[in-house]
DNA sequence: CCTGGCACTCCGGGGTCCTCAGTGCTAATT
DNA sequence: AATTAGCACTGAGGACCCCGGAGTGCCAGG
């Protein structure tokens, strides 16, 4: 059905637009590609692409255009990654080493990422789930509040001020910080659940309250709110392009936090590059865009995810490439931190 | 020169440009606008409005268009900040009053002040300068490093990752810590590097070299790095906007952190009000754009800035009743925190 | 000093025309 | 059977023109 030529004719198809911007007609194809075949040939196979619903027509007497389906096939057969240039390698290298802390080092990567492929980065913050915790620290902040700092081996540190506790004890306070180290730091989050289940009935009866309202509030902010941190760059780089959707309803979708992480997460494979086109993307504003994804992690282990977001029009190899390569330096970074 | 009704006929102008974004006519401003005059008297006051530079012309035969001098005379002199309506501020108060960390409160705010003046907001972080100690932690992280973390009573953590302190001695870490909490907690900001100053002199020679890699990283850490986080909030809004500029030179102009934090710091008058029109921004991308800010702060100390960006034809009286009360909100929550 | 009247200006919407890129089809060629 | 040349057809979009109407500046009279 779909024979060799046709698929050239469609990577053509899928290239030249992606170039121009302008529907692609079989005589432009025919000079600028080396088909060996004359433009009334090349019409043939359109028609048949066209009848399988790889490319459209916006308008009789107009050329063609990719649909999401043809942009499909483009990704999953027609085309490779392409590899960043030795500069653009180096460039990376050298941006992401100055960092000094997580911020820092995320900060450094959605910028990167958002010039390297001159389209919206998102990066997700290493996910909490997948970390163990390193210490925890708690300080009395006067009154009858207490702060408390979790500090994991991924370099994430959550914070949470505690109140109401009842005359807070300096000497408790202590206590119930070396209680709680010991019993949990060197630990895999998941396991801190199980870790501290019967630690309030260790704590003198007095103690008892401020212990049980310290480790709700720490199961709290460890389980409960654990992805959601994303940061974006590049939001500029949308302005260029024209959507079907008005850039309006894409600018309020990656405001949407929860919906980013959302379809960051829907990675079919994990820790491969993930590809999203179009209305692949459940989101109505996001309808027609395009996410790039790919895991980052320390080890064969994924932390979290970061991705490109751009028109369905964009050069996947390139994009692709790109994403590639800097959750890659992502993770040596960390590993290294 | 500025006689009453001519005052009248300018702020007259303003506002029904602001409302429907179309050049205003001496006989629609007769209609609405009880002058008591007729479009023809209306008419010469333009004249002479037109010749001080308040209003202008797009092109012959067309209505008038306050020019930044208008607004600014406009802000100054005709128009009074408009306070939130009582629902408004209930759901102020109930949005922000959720919010169970520092991240979350400005998170919170700026989605908020977004909405609320359906513009550009931006929340800066509580500056470190003005904050005390509260506390200092030193985490040993295993092989040669130390995590640093330091607690501030406008409740911002700043954490450090310090690497190659030669072996990292559990005790010697425990000394440095309390060694380091008493002499400088409680103390504000700016004294701790002369209350520093003298401490490796105090420290066993052999740990000597981490004590001052320590507190080196401490220094850096408070004094440099000190205001620059911010956070942005519906940029979205901006889309249905247009703009002389380009849309992207001004979502460019928003990436650019720096620039916004000069701006938002280049408040005339400390603690009130600041509105920046237009070409008043020195940056090119923020050419047709307004900037109105305010000071958040406990107690009568500012902490730092909130502000809004829009275009130059926006609600004033509005947007600046929004900003400052929401200013007055986070400043109360930030003194209850 | 204000106002009605009037001639003038010019933007913007609507209509028409025309060009031209690109198509689909048919018949000829390989 | 596949490819190609030729050709009539289509529709978007640019150029052009026209005209209505909002709005102006100015003048003369109240």
Redesign the pocket.
Known sequence: MLDE?KLAVLRAVVEDFVNTN???????LADRHRLG?????I??D??AL?EDGYIA?P??????VPTDKGYRLFVDRLSSVKPLSAPERRAIESFLAGAVDLDEIVARTVRLLAQLTRQVAIVQYPSLTRSSVQHVELVPLGGQRVMMVVITDTGRVEQRVIDGLGEVNGTAVNDLRSMLNRAISGLHLGEVPDAVEDLPAQVPPEHRQMAVAVLSVLLESLVERHEEKIVLAGTANLAAVDFAASLRDVLEALEENMVLIRLLGEAKDPSMLTVRIGAENFHEGLRSTSIVSADYGVGNQSLAKIGVVGPTRMDYPGTMGAVRAVARYVGQILAGQ
Chains 1, 2 share one sequence.
Request: no cysteine; hydrophobic share 30%; glycine share 8%.
């Open positions: 030529r302008e529907p692609v007609g079989s005589r432009a075949v004359s433009p009334a040939t019409r043939n359109m028609v066209e027509q308008h009789t007497s107009a050329g063609r």
